[in-house]
T-cell receptor, first 112, second 113 residues
Framework: EAQVTQNPRYLITVTGKKLTVTCSQNMNHEYMSWYRQDPGLGLRQIYYSMNVEVTDKGDVPEGYKVSRKEKRNFPLILESPSPNQTSLYFC???????????FGPGTRLTVL | QKEVEQDPGPLSVPEGAIVSLNCTYSNSAFQYFMWYRQYSRKGPELLMYTYSSGNKEDGRFTAQVDKSSKYISLFIRDSQPSDSATYLCAMSLLPGGSYIPTFGRGTSLIVHP
């Protein structure tokens, strides 16, 4: 089944404790991206990747890192999480930049 | 002014009603328009997309684009309780410009039996 998976689905952590949210797609898509979704603000792009080893900042990259060492995986790293990073995070992929995107199920992160 | 404006609702309608969901945008270079549906606790899923002005129909759903007014709509006929979800519009530029889609904030739709 073609899908985008994210782990964990739910995470509660404390300020400053490094964490990684994994994202994997099995559709051989070139383009992957991370979004956060907050009430009243909608979906905002954090980072995106056009292919392996090619990443770029989206609208709200501060406090986040990403890597794209393999085509299928695009982990989101929070080196020192803060409470303002409490949000619902979505990973998405598409065959190419500009094509319609397939979203993962979301990761609800709470930073205390 | 946000590039894409969308009323967050909630919009509450009885089962069987015709629903109209709308977005306005400010960037006249947008050429590719999408509607996503997002159920509670799920990721957005693509519902419809269109490249041009006019109407595109798919079952009970019709997407309408009016580029002259910078206005897009999604109509749902014979709405069902299972249509209750948040609907997000998204749009992007075509080759020659940025491809990164811009999303609206989403409209929450509640269809009650």
């Amino acid at each position: 089944e073609a899908q985008v998976t994210q782990n964990p689905r739910y995470l509660i952590t404390v300020t400053g404790k490094k964490l990684t949210v994994t994202c994997s797609q099995n559709m051989n898509h070139e383009y992957m991206s991370w979004y956060r979704q907050d009430p009243g603000l909608g979906l905002r792009q954090i980072y995106y990747s056009m292919n392996v080893e090619v990443t770029d900042k989206g609208d709200v990259p501060e406090g986040y890192k990403v890597s794209r060492k393999e085509k299928r995986n695009f982990p989101l790293i929070l080196e020192s999480p803060s409470p303002n990073q409490t949000s619902l995070y979505f990973c998405a992929s598409s065959p190419r930049l500009g094509d319609t995107q397939y979203f993962g199920p979301g990761t609800r992160l709470t930073v205390l | 002014q946000k590039e894409v404006e969308q009323d967050p609702g909630p919009l509450s309608v009885p089962e069987g009603a015709i629903v109209s969901l709308n977005c306005t945008y400010s960037n006249s270079a947008f050429q590719y328009f999408m509607w996503y549906r997002q159920y509670s606790r799920k990721g957005p899923e693509l519902l419809m997309y269109t490249y041009s002005s006019g109407n595109k129909e798919d079952g009970r759903f019709t997407a309408q684009v009016d580029k002259s007014s910078k206005y897009i709509s999604l109509f749902i006929r014979d709405s069902q309780p299972s249509d209750s979800a948040t609907y997000l519009c998204a749009m992007s530029l075509l080759p020659g410009g940025s491809y990164i889609p811009t999303f609206g904030r989403g409209t929450s739709l509640i269809v009650h039996p």
